[in-house]
């Protein structure tokens, strides 16, 4: 419903993108960030702003958070000035953070009882790709709240996806982004072996991104072996995060990750490098180093 009122809690650098577009497409939103003056340029652009999670909540129909990690989700939407106590009968939380999927089902379960209704609904793309519309959505959650969802996920990418119960989302999102992370791992490891054969960087980054191995992540991540941005999209830590959570999965499930068990290590490495807050594809640099290249 193009009319219906919209919050937003956590308005980093994918959640601020997530609100552009909502505000683009026309809906009013009400947000709220720890820092609210990393929000201003979205004030500037139409955004209404609230004095807490619950300040948001409880002023709009639809709520959204996007932030961090598990405890980040806690402290934004538990407690007296949390998302939930601002819940109230018939509302609709959407919970688009990589989080634990079992502390994403408590939330839901603790939803219900407010008689309001929960979906996780975490993003697949970058910031690029958020800006141009072309993310996808996956949603997990109960079938018809997702349908009064769905038009307003789809003014934000073209591609939303119903993966079942509370917490199947979240889930489906943690086994893409380990593939992320392996996949610059394998990238940095052949524009190495070309690099110290004699091939210039430049050169062995435009083969790469023009060969069978050119997947989307690849073709907007691999640049960044040339030049890092200024701002990490998705920093070290981060990604290392949802490896955390992809080994914890798979240990629960019996499912072996070697390489993403190794990709987990490589993430480590730049980190005892001080290059934790740096963009993940910083393992390049980190690869370099090791492979005896005067990387800064």
């Not at 490891?189 to 023009?210: D, F, H, Q, S, Y």
């Amino acid at each position: 419903d193009s009319m219906a009122k919209i919050g937003f809690v956590g308005l980093g650098v994918m959640g601020s993108r997530v609100v552009k577009r909502l505000l683009d497409a026309g809906y009013t939103v009400i947000g709220y960030n720890r820092t609210k003056s990393k929000a201003q340029w979205l004030l500037d652009a139409g955004m209404k702003w609230a004095d807490s999670p619950r300040a948001v909540a409880k002023s709009t129909d639809i709520v959204f958070s996007m932030v961090t990690n598990t405890a980040a989700l806690n402290a934004v939407a538990l407690g007296n000035d949390g998302i939930i106590a601002g819940l109230s009968r018939n509302k609709i939380y959407v919970e688009m953070s990589t989080v634990s999927p079992a502390a994403s089902r408590d939330l839901a379960t603790q939803v219900k009882a407010k008689g309001a209704a929960m979906l996780d609904a975490p993003v697949s793309g970058s910031v690029i790709t958020l800006e141009q519309g072309q993310v996808s959505f996956m949603v997990g959650g109960d079938a018809a709240v997702f349908e009064k969802v769905k038009p307003i996920l789809l003014d934000i990418g073209p591609k939303v996806t119903h993966v079942g119960a509370n917490g199947l989302a979240v889930t489906m999102k943690i086994a893409v982004n380990l593939s992320l992370a392996v996949q610059m791992l394998a990238l940095s490891e052949g524009l190495l072996i070309a690099e110290k054969a004699g091939i210039p960087r430049k050169t062995a980054v435009e083969v790469m991104l023009n060969s069978v191995i050119a997947s989307p992540m690849v073709k907007y991540r691999g640049p960044f072996v040339l030049q890092l941005p200024e701002e990490a999209w998705f920093d070290v830590d981060m990604m290392q995060k949802d490896l955390t959570l992809a080994l914890e999965l798979g240990q629960q499930l019996a499912v072996p990750l070697p390489t993403t068990s190794v990709t987990n290590e490589m993430l480590t490495t730049a980190r005892n490098m001080g290059l934790a807050k740096e963009d993940f594809a910083v393992m390049f640099q980190a690869l370099a180093r090791m492979a005896g290249l005067n990387e800064k």
